[in-house]
């Protein structure tokens, strides 16, 4: 039997055995047990013993030895400040502590989750990225807005959606922007409607996540935060673009690349 636990992957392995027999049978389910491991944890620090750091709306979790340790008052103040700019866009007011993981390596998050990247588990209220160094780190808001929308919008309707509002409010100084100008360039941009449903996640993944990133802005830049939030937990798509906006998708997205065009315009491609 599968079972959830706090690694987000494992077993959980149920058996009976008499008790007049239990100290011979031992060492067979503890080698048993042990065929079923699925990730080699030596030299990992449990999760149990992880230094913690708690903030108005954060509980964070890192490696007393890290470089998270040592930048724990700059990523406390980033991260306020983040989750400021992010429900103040989204116009919610998020109740309750995210638990945020900040892990020191690659390896250790892939070793210690199974996920070669940072993610977020919005129903837990818990996100787990990478914190390497300042120069090797995830965003300060992509895993958070999916946190703090879960509890607040609901599930979107669409990955494009959220997605999009999490590249959108990532708090980087990326030009997400100026990334659709590229992939239009070189001829990998991706039509959005060959990015809904599971398709999403079939597409070169650089263009899905910049270009839902800079669709989801132009959005509520254009049209407004109050429109978003119901297109964001409509039951169709398509069909509550035309009502909330009253515009189809194709017309929507020839809308949208001409307000970026400027990016494409002032960037000099080889």
Not at 95 to 116: F, Q, W
Not at 191 to 208: I, R, T
Request: charged share 20%; with cysteine.
């Amino acid at each position: 039997m599968v079972g959830t636990v706090l690694h987000r992957f494992g077993y959980a392995i149920y058996t009976e055995v008499p008790s007049d027999d239990f100290n011979q049978m031992a060492p067979i389910l503890e080698n048993m047990v042990s065929s079923f491991r699925i990730s080699n944890l030596e030299g990992v620090i449990p999760y149990a013993q992880w230094s913690r750091r708690s903030s108005a709306h954060f509980t964070f979790y890192y490696y007393s030895n890290s470089n998270a340790a040592r930048d724990i008052d700059t990523i406390v103040f980033e991260h306020e400040s983040g989750f400021d700019n992010i429900t103040r866009t989204i116009e919610v007011s998020y109740h309750g502590k995210v638990d945020y993981y900040l892990y020191p390596s690659e390896n250790i998050l892939y070793r210690m989750t199974r996920r070669p990247y940072g993610f977020a588990m919005a129903e837990d209220n818990e996100c787990h990225v990478l914190y390497a160094s300042r120069q090797e780190r995830q965003s300060v808001g992509h895993e958070a807005t999916h946190v703090i929308p879960y509890h607040t919008l609901g599930e979107p309707s669409e990955t494009l959606l959220g997605e999009g509002i999490a590249v959108a409010l990532d708090q980087s100084s990326d030009n997400h922007d100026k990334t659709v100008a590229e992939l239009i360039f070189l001829d990998r941009y991706v039509p959005l409607a060959s990015l809904l449903g599971e398709n999403w996640f079939k597409q070169d993944q650089l263009a899905a996540y910049k270009q839902s990133g800079s669709f989801v802005k132009f959005l509520i830049d254009r049209y407004g935060i109050t429109k978003f939030k119901q297109l964001y937990v409509s039951e169709n798509f398509l069909a509550a673009l035309q009502t909330i906006y009253g515009w189809g998708l194709a017309e929507l997205e020839d809308e949208w690349k001409t307000a970026v065009s400027p990016a494409w315009e002032e960037e000099e491609f080889p």
